[in-house]
């Protein structure tokens, strides 16, 4: 007789760090902890957020700054979430118009994706457009809580440029950047893989540098959950993590990289040609037509150690959230932040030992020590 | 009593969102536009200023708008979500219908909470529509398939109208099986066999 499966919902956005929840339903991972996990696919992340608070959802895959906007009361619908463990890690690039990549290649833009060097020349770009006059350049994040936008953010100030002031930023959904930069409603954007090599593939972008360049091994997606559902399903909540942490070693894989891209391009998840997907999988960047790089860790899934959040992970979007004046710093929000990050739940769960030292943020501008 | 408020109801579906317009003018709104385009919707808005947006749940541009009517100098005034923390029950509701309500900052929530509950029974209205069409149409499909079924049993072994429709309810019980799925092998299978 079939055991007994628990049933847990989850809402998603077909990403191709969506790979991990997919994997884990679809792979049996789920099953073998006892659970039935049942992906529904989602529109936007409105609808993540309003469907986690009103209980439509038991669990969601999220951007990384997501559950601590909600515990901070910074968005609608707004309680208190918690982010116990990490989807993946990396898996974003700025890509800009065939038009504003020559302009930067002519200031000397590094054509392998160095952050310093194409910030530089994209610095000089808007200064020179600025003094000819030139209407302001349009980038396009996917949410303004979400790792796109603060990456964006600080490799522009990295390279002197304000975000708010010297640039235009606006909001629109993953699947509709390849199209508003080819159509030139944008000029260059910041979005997760397979988005990006979307604009490489219709040669009318170029990827001038990545997530892994910017902020190495960060936190990209999270599993989201509400305090009040963890608290009340807290040993499901293990089983689910267990589960989710065998299903991104699965997805770690090598040898799965050609079937985990066959499965995300297929019906329900991203629908596109393969092609789309294998990039960021493998690890082999298209950057244009013409320059391939090899990015071994460009987006990364583990589970074990590797998924588990830190506090200083959230801390650092905390930071971004109080320098981009999303929200005031204090202690309180600190102290809350640091909860939402607390490794303590994927710990437990995996019976992981106590991490030895927090590990440091380091960006690419970060002094060496 | 309308009160002169301007709705705007942004939603690619025309059939619904003419059903809500309806809704709204019988409600006695005459200042109702409807947006099906996406593009150009900053601009829209910018020259529409409505006072309360009604925009559904599928729709891609949600997060685009939200950020919009936070920070965008596009908008005239503040427009934020309408969620009262008092009334989670109609927040559940309008996620539920799968619509959702923004509104100009400050209006009383009494001026729209009607039109919020309107549009949420609209739209479950037509969800329950469409999911009858679907199931007539799958019922249809259905019929077709089991009728089609029973033919080929009649002319591969003989037997009658009555004698075949048994015999699939027989094998689809043996097997544990729905008549429809047993009919359904069987019209795959005769055309794969070339019978």
């Known amino acids: 007789m079939a055991r007994q499966l628990t049933q847990v919902i989850a809402g998603f956005i077909p990403l191709l760090d969506s790979a991990v929840l997919v994997i884990a339903s679809e792979m049996g991972f789920a099953e073998q902890e006892g659970i039935e996990l049942k992906l529904v696919r989602e529109t936007s992340w409105a609808n993540i957020r309003d469907r986690i608070a009103v209980g439509h959802f038991d669990v969601a895959h999220m951007l990384a700054p997501m559950p601590i906007a909600s515990s901070l009361n910074l968005t609608s619908l707004a309680v208190p979430m918690k982010a116990p463990m990490l989807l993946g890690l990396g898996g974003n690039a700025i890509t800009v118009s065939r038009a504003v990549w020559s302009e930067m290649e002519a200031k000397g833009a590094d054509e392998s994706g160095d952050p310093v060097s194409t910030g530089n020349a994209l610095s000089t770009v808007i200064s020179d457009r600025k003094a000819a006059g030139k209407p302001p350049l349009h980038f396009g994040i996917v949410h303004p809580f979400s790792g796109h936008a603060y990456e964006l953010r600080y490799w522009l100030a990295a390279a002197g440029i304000d975000p708010d002031g010297d640039v235009e930023i606006t909001v629109l959904a993953p699947q509709l950047m390849a199209d508003a930069l080819a159509t030139g409603q944008l000029d260059g954007y910041c979005v997760g893989e397979p988005w990006n090599t979307a604009s490489v593939l219709a040669e009318t972008g170029r990827i001038v540098t990545y997530k892994q360049a910017i902020w190495p091994n960060s936190p990209e997606k999270v599993l989201g959950v509400t305090q009040a559902w963890a608290e009340k399903n807290a040993d499901l909540l293990a089983s689910l993590m267990r589960a989710i942490s065998a299903a991104a070693n699965w997805c770690a894989e090598k040898g799965n990289h050609f079937e985990l891209a066959r499965l995300l391009s297929g019906p329900g998840l991203l629908e596109g040609p393969l092609e789309l997907c294998l990039p960021a999988l493998s690890g082999n960047l298209r950057l244009d037509q013409g320059t391939e790089r090899r990015i071994p860790d460009f987006l990364t899934f583990a589970g074990g150690e590797r998924a588990m959040p830190t506090k200083a992970h959230g801390v650092w979007f905390y930071e971004q959230m109080v320098r981009w004046g999303q929200a005031t710093r204090s202690a309180k929000g600190l102290a809350l932040v640091e909860q939402v990050y607390s490794p303590e739940r994927y710990r437990a769960a995996l019976n992981l030992p106590m991490p030895s030292q927090m590990p440091k943020i380091r960006l690419f501008d970060t002094p060496g020590d | ?195």
Request: proline share 2%; hydrophobic share 45%; no cysteine.
């Open chain 2, 1 to 195: 009593m309308s009160g002169g408020l301007s709705i705007l109801v942004i939603d690619e579906n025309k059939i619904r969102a003419s059903i809500i317009e309806q809704g709204l003018h019988d409600a006695g709104h005459d200042h109702v536009i409807l947006v099906h385009q996406m593009e150009g919707l900053v601009r829209q808005i910018s020259e529409i200023n409505p006072d309360v947006i009604v925009i559904d749940l599928e729709n891609h541009n949600r997060d685009r708008l939200e950020h919009m009517f936070q920070v965008s100098r596009a908008v005239h005034r503040p427009i934020a979500m309408f969620v009262d923390r008092a009334d989670s029950h109609s927040i559940d509701a309008a996620v539920d219908a799968g619509v959702s309500a923004y509104v100009v900052d400050g209006l009383k929530r009494e001026r729209v909470k009607p039109i919020l509950d309107m549009a949420i029974s609209r739209f479950r209205a037509f969800s329950k529509l469409a999911e009858e069409l679907e199931e007539a149409r799958t019922e249809l499909a259905d019929r077709k398939t089991i009728d089609k079924a029973k033919g080929i049993l009649m002319t591969s072994r003989g037997l009658s109208e009555q004698e075949a429709y048994d015999l699939l309810r027989r094998t689809a019980m043996n097997q544990n099986r729905k008549i429809i799925e047993v009919a359904q092998s069987l019209v795959i299978a005769s055309g794969l066999l070339g019978a």
